[in-house]
């Protein structure tokens, strides 16, 4: 049975989670065979690697692959999985490598790539741009464990094997990965930090939009905690710190709050939303919107224990050329007289 109350939405492409309660005539019987047995199109050696990675649980307790079921137990698996609805094809497209060794890639992702292949975007896209990189490496695979939206730009971190990527993939389930991200939104704050929580789920008329519930069943669970970095009377330069990782867990997050990100077309910060009536503030704030023709979002920051050295590694990019231009333009607008 697929159980997915506890998976973030924006992984779900990339993970699955079964449970089973073991029949009470069951005879004893290895997991790694059991759980193969009853899963389609896994082999048990990505079965054996999830066991590796404590990502399989009897009784809420890690086991080994070599672990004997017995009647009664409650078995639970994360499986990571990359998406195969598409053929892919090695692309050579330029990349910005911060990191890379025999496990995994660390990529400083522009802002208008998009992560992998999906309808619409078939080709450009992340994964086809490993694929190439890794031509002539046959023990590389470029495995995907969680993304970043299209317009937004920073750190990412992909897999290059299956044990790599089933450790890497218990991390973000449990949410123990450090994310951080800045982003310049619309309004001022009251308090110098905070917290936003909710239940975020599907918008009810646009698809593509997420909204925050209070009611769990509408949504999942997510928290984001926020701190001011630069004042600009109509807008605010801020630090994101996620705990949890939902699909545009910032952009829906901050627009619940009324601040949504500047220049971001999904959820209204496209518009002027703060300022004065004055023609000439319009056309400042136009010539922003043409500098920086996305939301202001960056993935910062990425921090995680390394799949194989067991060691804590962080990654940091700095904030990108056009949402920097953007910034001094508010630091100096504010500074006139």
Known sequence: MNDFSDLPEEEKEFYEHYRFTVDPGQQPMRIDKFLSDRISNVSRSKIQSAADANAIQVNEKPVKSSYKIKPRDIVA??????????????????INIVYEDNDIIVINKEAGMVVHPGYGNFTGTLLNALLYHFKDNPNAQPFLVHRIDKDTSGILVVAKNENSQARLSKYFFDHSIDRNYVALVWGDFENDQGTVTGYIGRNLRNRKMMDVYQDEEQGRFAVTHFKVLERFRYVTLIECTLETGRTHQIRAHMRYIGHPLFNDALYGGNT??????????????????????????????????????GKFINFTSEIPQDMRLVIEKWQHYVQMP
């Not at 698996?77 to 330029?94: D, G, Q, R, S």
């Not at 704030?285 to 990425?302: E, G, K």
């Open 272 to 309: 002027i939303l703060k300022g004065t009536t004055f023609s000439k503030y319009k056309q400042f704030v136009q010539n922003c919107f043409q500098l920086m023709p996305r939301q202001a979002l960056h993935a910062q920051s990425l921090g995680f224990i390394h799949p194989s050295t």
């Open 77 to 94: 698996i994360v499986l990571p999985f990359p998406p195969h609805e598409f053929e892919l094809i090695a692309e050579n497209i330029p």
